[in-house]
């Protein structure tokens, strides 16, 4: 009763900030994402009897008592849905540091979802495993299809999941993460997310537009239309900052650098040098590019002697087992 698995992270391009069931977290908008093969979680799962309780361990990292928490809530979830009367080992290990300040949740309950469910021997379909892992963190939805990948919000639990869209060979796209600050963030996703709904004037309104540019945005993706696309991944970035920095109280995430990459990739693109910016819950930028750009960009941020480190993704097939355990 042991298996292991890997998921992505994924960089969301229309993105979900709010729900409309906080338990089931079930969002408020439909969202878009490309898998990031840089940015991996491995973990594996034992049930046996031998293990007298529960246990949670991160390889290289502490372990926060909430992560354990949130985990342990998880198998508790799965446990009740099998009925196995026995206590789980977790291990988990992030390709990309911690203090790189890139959210390890989706990864991270993407593959628990897929190696808790198969040490159980319960075999789920791809929608079942994303309405798992959604449960765990809304996001992890969208890392267990493969490559560019469409989350419908749904109106039911069972009808809230994430699907492929276009295979991670579609389109030769990078995603070059720049990494300014990396300490982790201070509020937490879910909280920010109902602070929004609560007290930000923008919200409802940002819920409306979303919507298009989410059709809109698929539609440019079959064109392969790179300046609709981009154009677009900009524009919901910047209006789901306009809720956070309008909620009360205020949700900064961006820092002086941050404006400094998105003003220096406006200016870049005069030098025919395309490409387009998207940040989420912390001060990193997520910098979107054809491959064909990707090293005239890279040696652009090299010379920012801010940026602390460039991870570079191309898109990545979803969550999936291995036969390798960490332990
Ligand atoms: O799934 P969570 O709780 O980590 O929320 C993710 C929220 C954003 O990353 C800001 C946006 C998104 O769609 O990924």
Not at 25 to 46: G, H, K, Y
Not at 108 to 119: D, K
Not at 206 to 216: G, K, M, N, S
Request: proline residues 4%; charged residues 25%.
């Amino acid at each position: 009763m042991k298996a292991t698995a890997v998921a992505p992270a994924n960089i969301a391009f229309t993105k979900y900030w709010g729900k409309v069931d906080d338990e089931l977290r079930l969002p408020a908008n439909p969202s878009f994402s490309m898998n990031l093969d840089n940015c991996l979680t491995t973990t594996t799962v034992e049930f046996d009897k031998k293990y007298k309780e529960d246990s949670f361990e991160m390889i290289g990292e502490k372990v926060q008592e909430k992560e354990e928490r949130r985990a342990l809530k998880h198998i508790d979830h799965m446990r009740q849905k099998v009925h196995i009367p026995l206590r789980a080992k977790i291990v988990t290990k992030n390709s990309f540091p911690k203090s790189a300040g890139i959210a390890s949740s989706a990864s991270g309950f993407a593959a628990l979802a897929v190696a808790a469910s198969n040490a159980a021997s319960l075999h789920l379909s791809e929608k079942e495993l994303s309405v798992f892992a959604r449960v765990g963190s809304g996001s992890a939805c969208r890392s267990i299809p493969d490559g560019f990948v469409e989350w419908k919000e749904g109106k039911t639990s069972q009808e809230s999941y994430a699907h492929s869209l276009f295979p991670p060979d579609y389109w030769d796209l990078r995603d070059i993460l720049v990494i300014v600050r990396s300490k982790n963030k201070k509020t937490p996703t879910s909280e920010g997310m109902e602070l929004g709904r609560e007290t930000s004037i923008f919200y409802t309104p940002r819920i409306q537009a979303v919507r298009q540019l989410h059709e809109t945005l698929k539609t440019a993706f079959v064109k392969k239309d790179f300046k609709t696309v981009g154009e677009i991944i900009e524009k919901d970035c910047i209006y789901m900052h306009c809720v956070m920095m309008s909620t009360i109280p205020h949700l900064f995430y961006w820092t002086p650098e941050t404006l400094a990459v998105i003003q220096n990739v406006i200016e870049w693109r005069d030098e025919a040098i395309e490409s387009y910016y998207t940040i989420d819950a912390g001060p990193n930028v997520h910098v979107i590019c054809e491959a064909k750009t990707e090293e005239k960009l890279i040696s652009k941020l090299k010379k920012l002697d801010f940026v602390e480190q460039i991870i570079i993704n191309k898109p990545a097939k979803g969550a999936h087992l291995i036969t390798n355990h960490l332990f």
